[in-house]
């Protein structure tokens, strides 16, 4: 079983920045291809990023391109979601999530492994 782990989320003001941070102990996040997915309150889970195994391309929702950055760090076996511009509707719990699979999926149903996910709170 593969454990996902996210941090860096937390509280900024809109316009503000936040980095995530997406690892697994003991494990190698090429493997798998990897996307940000967030929830927000009374709301379906939705595709934010993903990026393919070596990093080849990356897919964004309409609502975040242009503003978030999805990324790998293979040296440091992380996946990152660079926020830039956020918005008080970007607020919500965003998960890390991983798929057996060349291409990534925006269904939420496609993914075989989640993090906890990690609160992000945007004030207005």
């Known amino acids: 079983q593969v454990q996902l782990v996210e941090s860096g989320g937390g509280f900024v003001q809109a316009g503000g920045s936040l980095r995530l941070s997406c690892t697994t102990p003991g494990g190698n996040l090429t493997s798998y291809t990897m996307s940000w997915f967030r929830q927000a309150p009374g709301k379906e889970r939705e595709f934010v990023a993903a990026?393919?195994?070596?990093?080849?391309?990356?897919h964004y929702a309409s609502s975040v391109k242009g503003r978030f950055a999805i990324a790998r760090d293979i040296a440091k076996n992380t996946v990152t979601l660079q926020m830039n511009s956020l918005k008080p509707e970007d607020t919500a719990v965003y998960y890390c999530?991983?798929?057996?699979?060349?291409?990534?999926?925006?269904?939420?149903?496609?993914?075989?492994?989640w993090g906890q996910g990690t609160q992000v709170t945007v004030s207005s």
């Open positions: 990026i393919t195994r070596i990093g080849m391309s990356t």
């Open positions: 999530a991983g798929r057996n699979a060349y291409y990534p999926t925006r269904e939420s149903s496609g993914y075989d492994y």
